[in-house]
């Protein structure tokens, strides 16, 4: 089955700052890739997703590129604010159809002001 | 924008009790799916419905059962509870549609609902 590491697992920046969160899957079939924000407290907050057939998105402060060829996808957040500071999931889907998703184990970002 | 809706918040139960997770999804959304999240966990996916059926199924416990109805919203039954299954459990839900073949779907994930047992 699907395998998604995710790293940091924790990262400090200041307010300012760009922050990057790397993940690599491992199912060469998966083909959706979110990710979610988590707030102490709160549920997953999906913020970003890219499809397979793209190879990089951008929403306002947030990007995110997609590398098939190495299986790797990151999130790049610029100008970070402390308001970003919470717990960030990023997640592949192997299926077509209905897709559980498949979590990495989470980076906390911590932006000081 | 209305969200997913979870009932209830949280839940206290004796170990052996049985407890009923209850979620409502977006409007209109016919797809519903739970995970379960431990202490500084990631979300771990259990079981989905589509259209009242289940479509897929993952690491959830023979003890846990689950199903849809006929106006969507999904309840998670859970029995012989055990101090393990103290957790996050989410409900997320989304529309089922499909291009070319290749269907996508965004996942909204409601509040959640923690679960304790002792």
Avoid at chain 1, 30 to 36: D, E, K, L
Avoid at chain 2, 38 to 45: C, L, M, S
Avoid at chain 2, 83 to 104: E, H, I, K, Q
């Amino acid at each position: 089955g699907e395998n998604v590491e995710q790293h940091p697992s924790t990262l400090s920046v200041q307010e300012g700052d760009s922050a990057v969160i790397k993940c690599t899957y491992s199912d060469s079939a998966s083909n959706y890739f979110p990710w979610y924000k988590q707030e102490l407290g709160k549920g997953p907050q999906l913020i970003i997703d890219i499809r397979s057939n793209v190879g990089e998105k951008k929403d306002q402060r947030i990007a995110v590129t997609l590398n098939k060829t190495a299986k790797h996808f990151s999130l790049h957040i610029t100008e970070t604010q402390p308001e970003d500071s919470a717990v960030y999931f990023c997640a592949a889907s192997s299926r077509t159809g209905f897709q559980k998703l498949v979590f990495g184990t989470g980076t906390r970002l911590l932006v000081s002001p | 924008a209305a969200g997913v809706i979870q009932s209830p918040r949280h839940l206290i139960k004796e170990k052996r009790e049985t407890a009923t997770l209850k979620c409502y999804p977006i409007p209109r959304h016919d797809t519903v799916y739970w995970y379960q999240q431990g202490p500084g966990q990631d979300p771990q996916f259990l079981i989905s419905f589509y259209e009242k059926m289940q479509s897929d199924k993952g690491s959830i416990p023979d003890r846990f059962s689950a199903q849809q109805f006929s106006d969507y919203h999904s309840e998670l039954n859970m029995s012989s509870l055990e101090l393990g299954d103290s957790a996050l459990y989410f409900c997320a839900s989304s529309l089922y549609l499909r291009t070319s073949g290749v269907s996508y779907n965004e996942q909204f994930f409601g509040p959640g609902t923690r679960l304790t047992v002792l």
